[in-house]
């Protein structure tokens, strides 16, 4: 199973369970990846986060595609304190998706 993150909607939001932690990752800009990441060792607090999976086919130069998959790590840049610092995760576990609600109901 993966989620590519170009195919969502701004504020959905993806839980990602790796070997090591759980982070949660909330879309803001679903064309450029970017969102808001918590969990792991940022604890609660949430950071401005670019998603970026790095994948190499055949001994071809890598190729980069936003997208989460079970068995594969996930590559973040992290903005940290006016720096940027790359999060690599450890094998991902489990993915999972909550849909933000594009709908308003209304209740009489």
């Not at 604890?43 to 890598?62: N, R, T």
Request: with cysteine.
């Amino acid at each position: 199973m993966w989620i590519t993150v170009k195919d969502l909607k701004q504020m959905d939001e993806i839980s990602i369970r790796t070997q090591n932690s759980e982070y949660r990752f909330r879309v803001t800009d679903p064309l450029k990846c970017k969102g808001v990441i918590s969990g792991g060792l940022f604890g609660e607090v949430e950071h401005e986060a670019s998603l970026c999976y790095e994948v190499a086919i055949d001994g071809e130069k890598p190729q980069f595609f936003a997208r989460l998959e079970i068995g594969r790590c996930a590559y973040f840049y992290v903005y940290l304190r006016d720096s940027l610092r790359r999060l690599n995760t450890s094998a991902i576990r489990d993915v999972s998706l909550a849909r933000f609600p594009t709908e308003a109901t209304t209740q009489c």
